[in-house]
DNA sequence: GATACAATCTACAGCCACTAGAGGTTCAAG
DNA sequence: CTTGAACCTCTAGTGGCTGTAGATTGTATC
């Protein structure tokens, strides 16, 4: 028997235990089975599942998305184009928020660099946060 | 009279009404009356009280952030430190979520080269997702 | 003044992706 | 056989809003 208990999966793929009966509850991943007194029972592909559920998350996919890449690899006769679809719009939506964190960065360096260090009246922090013309970003 | 409706207020701020309501639920801004039939009434210096609320959101500051710098804002007689603490710790995570969202946009791309464009079976953006030692990064 | 209709009101449910807790049961080691 | 860690279900909470229902108010036009 190679069936661990969902404590020893959550250790496995760095996740909680809730987190993996929350998975279960909307369906991304399921016990093979179950002990006579309840505990869930899973195999070591579980473990790859989640592990594939975690990393995605970690790259920003949506649930929904994982949902779709899961279906795809569920299905390895399919075509690949639709796998890549997904991740190039991820790309499309990691290169946005890039470039909306670095209109950010500028911001609020040039906001920590002229904090005038004396009284809040005078703090340009507090100014900068007042008004949208002070930003020389466009976002 | 200057008084303006939530409305007019939302518009102003390019907020919606319900945030308005939501931000004076948890105490972040009050209308100043209201009217006989208890429709909310601002005056200007609202505006740009929820305008500084507006910006400061879209520059990742979280709401207890905010209610700091309004506090400080209220107080121009003390030290402009604390909202210089405050920003440079914004400032601080804006660059670790810069450094994750490189990190990513590098493994996305690889994925999407990769892309043997063949059957799911073959799919490197599948395979990659799968296995976490595909990354080169450090995430 | 009547009427129509937009704007506002309160109260509550829902979103995402979990996370935490209460209170009870089961499993495995000694 | 006992202990105590791990597990179970169920519910509620997080942050920061957003949406809906049904009632009321405000305002423009006739």
Redesign the pocket.
């Known amino acids: 028997m190679t069936a661990i ?4 999966l ?1 250790e496995i793929a760095s ?5 993996i ?3 279960e509850e909307i369906g991304l991943i399921q ?1 093979f089975s ?7 029972l899973y195999g070591p592909e579980d473990a790859s599942r989640l592990k594939f ?1 975690r990393h995605s ?1 970690e790259l920003g996919f ?3 998305e994982i949902r779709g890449l899961l279906d795809l690899s569920d299905h390895p006769e399919t075509s690949c184009s639709a796998a890549d679809a997904i991740a190039r719009a991820q790309l499309e939506q990691v290169e946005i928020r890039l470039e909306k964190l670095k209109a950010l960065r500028k911001e609020l360096k040039r906001m920590v660099e002229e904090c005038g260090h004396g009284r809040v009246s005078q703090c340009r922090v507090i100014e900068v946060l007042s008004d949208h013309r002070h930003c020389g970003g466009d976002h």
């Open positions: 208990a969902i404590g020893k959550a996740t909680k235990v809730q987190t009966r929350y998975y016990p179950r002990t006579e007194g309840g505990h869930r559920i998350r949506g649930i929904e």
